[in-house]
């Protein structure tokens, strides 16, 4: 293990200077060439860019898409669309108009908008902070439950003087349902589709991320000034070859290794897919994933003592998100795979069991078999599967 440390250290000293620089010319080309002229004008449809500043300060990059090919004005309420870790709102428009959510949405009547989280490329603005400083990566999926989330909620809700429908995918659930569970964003929400629900995750099956847990992403990455986790970066990269090195992680394919086998997933999708994403998170983020991981509970962000989680949560283990305090009456969607190994089916058992008194009108579940993590935003027959069961939910609610 000392070992291991010891090239860690290195690696990581020796690129992030490097990556500085690049990563600065690419978020000043992403600032002129944002997602609705990048990805959604060359489709043909209309598409508006639009920022949101947080509470605390970070600016969000939004896209709005208010018609759909007819060029007729939405005339079904909104639908707010959030991504998944290490994802970004391109993750919603990657396939073809008639496969990818966001259009089909907007060519079924919905006035469409796609979320962005903090610290993805079209997200990197903040008031008073740059990507730079290490306190702008001091968050984790809390803050995007605490801060994000309902930053976008409200702003939506005035734009369009409506309730709106929210989808989200992977981590865009958890954020959800931490939310949800607070009574926050209820008197702005219609219904709620949850896709790949990411909630308890001691039971997860991708021997690859589990591994990542334990090691990849400890607690020692952030002592080491690790702030930003760059999936595209050299830093991480190197990092990811040693766990490479333990014969039972299969890297070939990494995508299948961490979210199982998709089953429809067009190949020609993965090679757009890769020049837009994964894109960055913070690696205090992927740390609390990885206590969620080890521990099983859906709980606040670990400061590793009683004198550090007093000193934030007056109590010396961090505060739990409690799945039953989701209103019985909100409206849920919920769509896991069979083949999803990050949204294990012993896990999303474990969140169902905790929603048993949830009204039973308000609560669908929708279990694909040969579905996996990627297949939800990526399949090539998800309208079919997916979207269409999603949209007749919302048009009951």
């Known amino acids: 293990m000392a070992y291991l440390w010891k090239l ?77 870790l ?41 008031t008073s902070l740059t990507p730079d400083d290490s306190t702008y990566w001091d968050w984790s999926w809390d803050e995007l439950a605490a801060y994000d989330l309902p930053a976008t909620f409200q702003y939506v809700h005035e734009q369009s003087g409506q309730k709106l429908h929210y989808v989200g995918h992977s981590l865009g659930t958890l954020t959800a349902f931490a939310s949800f569970s607070q009574d926050k964003m209820l008197n702005m929400l219609r219904s709620a589709a949850l896709l790949s629900p990411i909630a308890y995750l001691g039971q997860m099956s991708s021997f690859l991320a589990r591994s990542a847990a334990d090691i990849f992403l400890a607690e020692e990455l952030e002592w080491l000034g690790l702030n930003e ?27 299948t290794s961490f979210t199982g086998k998709n089953c429809c997933v067009n190949s020609s999708a993965t090679d757009i897919f890769l020049q837009h994403e994964p894109q960055p998170t913070a690696t205090k983020n992927m740390i609390h994933l990885a206590q969620m991981i080890r521990g099983g509970k859906i709980a606040m962000y670990d400061y590793g003592s009683t004198e550090e989680n007093n000193k934030h949560y ?84």
């Open 8 to 84: 860690i250290t290195l690696l990581v000293i020796f690129f992030s200077a490097k990556e500085v620089a690049a990563r600065t010319k690419l978020y000043s080309d992403n600032e002129q060439n944002g997602i609705c002229k990048l990805m959604v004008d060359t489709q043909g449809y209309l598409c508006e860019e639009h920022k949101v500043t947080t509470e605390d300060g970070y600016v969000l990059s939004m896209q709005r898409i208010p018609k759909g090919r007819s060029g007729e004005t939405a005339d079904r309420p909104p639908v707010l669309l959030q991504h998944g």
């Open 86 to 126: 290490l994802m970004d709102g391109i993750s919603w428009l990657l396939n073809s108009p008639n496969e990818s959510l966001a259009f089909i949405l907007a060519d079924n009547g919905y006035d469409v908008w796609i979320g962005n989280t903090r610290g993805t490329n079209y997200s990197r603005g903040h």
């Open 229 to 255: 986790f760059n999936p595209r970066g050299e830093a991480v990269v190197g990092l990811l070859e040693v766990i490479c090195q333990n014969p039972n992680n299969n890297c070939s394919d990494l995508m």
């Open 314 to 397: 007056n109590q010396p283990t961090p505060p739990e998100y409690k799945m039953a305090s989701i209103p019985a009456n909100v409206p849920l969607f919920l769509s896991n795979g069979g083949q999803d190994l990050l949204s294990d089916v012993k896990d999303v058992q474990t969140l169902l069991d905790s929603l048993d008194d949830h009204d039973r009108d308000k609560l669908v579940v929708q279990f694909t078999a040969d579905y996996a993590h990627a297949d939800y935003v990526f399949a090539v027959n998800a309208k079919q599967v997916v979207y269409d069961p999603l949209m007749a939910f919302f048009k009951l609610h």
